[in-house]
């Protein structure tokens, strides 16, 4: 994908709780989810990256594990014909001394209109009786399947990238730190209307982020602070404005090093010029340098 040049920052908005795969432009649309978490594998720093795929044929499931230089261990793909009986497990030898067992059950999963279970399910990885991933809320069942011991350092959830849809309104849900609450983000623009058009970006309900002059500032990034960490909004707007093919926008959502940058980078009156080289190695990076979080929405407008 082509790199993103710099554009113009606003002003920072805070949003507290109130208790308190390849990356690139995608030319059709896929109901995929893509998540990524760094987990410990025999005493070293691994990837694993679940892809949750939902198509005509039914719904998919992949798991991967890769080395932190990205060379990949294993794979399993759990295709609609498996994954329509809801539970089951795969093993898979890395090597002459090292087995992986990955367990799922989602016998009791509800989904919404996208791949990814929404509640009710697990997905586990072991190594050697250790579990090494666990996702989903039935955390004790996975353990009693498994057989499993705890690790000894909790998986990192790093990396997200999800392709939803809309006409007008775009929204979806992530968790910025591994402690933090669930945040629904909604993006809103409607590009078709005849003057020039905005966009607004909310986190549970609070505009955060308004962009006006939309046809001069289509690509761009943002600051703005979630749950008192810096979060940068990145988004590249240009096919939805001037392509006559409907492409897709791109947001990214990536957790800042310091909350100084948000201050050194942006103010009131700061039109601060910062690029976006948005290319695959840019997420790869930032997977494998323990930048934090980062959500990648490949958003496509519903004609």
Not at 189 to 218: A, E, G
Not at 252 to 276: G, H, N
Request: aromatic fraction near 10%.
């Amino acid at each position: 994908m082509r790199d993103f040049p710099s554009c113009f920052g606003e002003n920072g908005v805070q949003v507290a709780d109130a208790s308190c795969s390849s990356v690139g432009v995608t030319k059709t649309p896929q109901n995929l989810v893509t998540c990524v978490y760094q987990c410990k594998l025999l005493g070293k720093s691994c990837l694993i990256t679940v892809a949750w795929t939902k198509s005509l044929m039914g719904q998919c499931l992949s798991v991967e594990i890769d080395d932190m230089s990205h060379q990949c261990l294993c794979k399993v793909d759990v295709k609609p014909s498996l994954f329509s009986k809801r539970k089951g497990s795969r093993s898979l030898e890395v090597s002459s001394s090292c087995k992986i067992d990955i367990h799922w059950d989602f016998s009791l999963a509800k989904f919404g209109s996208g791949p990814e279970p929404i509640e009710g399910y697990y997905l586990a990885v072991v190594c050697k009786g250790q579990m090494v991933l666990s996702i989903g809320d039935l955390r004790k069942e996975a353990f009693k399947k498994s057989n499993a011991t705890p690790p000894l350092t909790n998986a990192m959830f790093i990396s997200k990238r999800e392709h939803i849809f809309g006409k007008r309104v775009f929204g979806t849900k992530a968790q910025f730190c591994y402690t933090g609450p669930i945040h629904e983000i909604t993006i809103e623009c409607d590009s078709n209307v005849n003057d020039d058009p905005c966009l607004l970006v909310r986190i549970d309900s609070k505009t955060v982020m308004q962009v006006k002059h939309l046809r001069w500032k289509f690509r761009g990034n943002y600051t703005v602070l979630i749950d008192g960490l810096p979060v940068e909004v990145f988004w590249d707007v240009h096919n939805w404005l001037f392509s006559s093919n409907f492409g897709n926008a791109v947001f990214m959502f990536q957790t800042c090093l310091s909350a100084e940058k948000l201050w050194t980078t942006q103010t009131l009156s700061d039109l601060s010029v910062m690029p976006w080289p948005y290319t695959e190695s840019t997420l790869s990076n930032s997977k494998s340098s323990g930048l934090g979080f980062s959500l990648v929405l490949y958003v496509w407008k519903n004609e």
